[in-house]
Nanobody, 127 residues
Framework: QVQLQESGPGLVKPSQTLSLTCSVSGEFITTKYYYWSWIRQAPGKSLEWMGTIDYSGSTVYSPSLKSRTSISRDTSKSQFTLQLSSVTPEDTAVYFC???????????????????WGQGTQVTVSS
């Protein structure tokens, strides 16, 4: 049974880098074909997918956040991390890590099926 847990500072100053770690237990993050993602939800807003690192270490990011986002992993620690640079108060949100599988649609399109989630961690950007 896979479990995910977010950790990191709950308060970040504007212009600095937000760094969070997702610790995974019960599953190897190198196992095919799983995808490890960061998702956030700002107050009053919908869930926003930020990016993913897959079983091979390849990454993909939301176009709106790509320039500021970096996801990496440490397989020996069974962890993957999020770094979001140049943060502003608009980045205040609950941040989730999640495991996903990829579902194919009509053999041409696909989407993530987020089947396991961490509990989320509140991050506030404020001076």
């Amino acid at each position: 049974q896979v479990q995910l847990q977010e950790s990191g500072p709950g308060l970040v100053k504007p212009s600095q880098t937000l760094s969070l770690t997702c610790s995974v237990s019960g599953e190897f993050i190198t196992t095919k074909y799983y995808y490890w993602s960061w998702i956030r939800q700002a107050p009053g807003k919908s869930l926003e997918w930020m990016g993913t690192i897959d079983y091979s270490g390849s990454t993909v990011y939301s176009p709106s956040l790509k320039s500021r986002t970096s996801i990496s992993r440490d397989t020996s620690k069974s962890q993957f991390t999020l770094q979001l640079s140049s943060v502003t108060p608009e980045d205040t949100a609950v941040y989730f890590c999640a495991r996903a599988s990829v579902l194919e649609i009509d053999g041409s399109s696909w989407h993530y099926d987020f089947n396991s989630w961490g509990q989320g961690t509140q991050v506030t950007v404020s001076s």
